[in-house]
């Protein structure tokens, strides 16, 4: 199903178009997470298996802190510190990315709300009975998966 944009207002066209870019923008961030969410888990599920490497290591360093005695340091691998710094930029990143997606989705659904309101006035260049509206409607919840009916 293909449709023609030019039979719209310019207005019309131009939120139409920014609607479907913030969907879509949408979709990548949520695919985007939705790998982050699994690479989280699988540095999560490595510091389990390797937990008490941590505890020793943050109980002696808790322990150092307060003594001036200094008692032997287990050693955390070099590659246990990594996935430990790992599993902190996830997070940080989640967090971000999250952020983010809540910013998009609200301007879309603000934008699309918007265009639900303005969709009875000043829609197409036709100036009686056509089919466009419902045309536009159709298009866009068919292919592109976007709701102009209800709020
Ligand atoms: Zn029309």
Redesign the pocket.
């Known amino acids: 199903m293909t449709f023609n944009w030019n039979?719209l207002t310019v207005t019309v066209s131009a939120k139409g178009k920014k609607l479907i870019k913030l969907d879509n923008d949408i979709k990548e961030k949520r695919n985007f997470l939705n790998i982050t969410y699994f690479w989280t888990l699988v540095i999560f599920i490595y510091i389990l298996f390797h937990i008490d490497d941590y505890i020793d290591y943050l109980v002696s360093a808790f322990y150092n802190m307060f003594t001036i005695t200094t008692p032997s340091m287990p050693n955390l691998s070099l590659f246990n510190r990594f996935m430990a710094f790992l599993l902190f930029f996830f997070v940080l990143a989640i967090y971000w990315h999250l952020n983010t997606l809540k910013k998009l989705e609200k301007k879309f659904n603000d934008l699309r709300i918007n265009v639900i309101d303005s969709i009875n006035s000043g829609?197409?260049?036709?100036n009686n009975s056509?089919?466009?509206?419902d045309d536009y409607i159709l298009f866009m919840r068919k292919e592109k998966g976007i709701d102009l009916i209800f709020k």
């Open positions: 039979r829609f197409c260049y036709h056509c089919t466009c509206k």
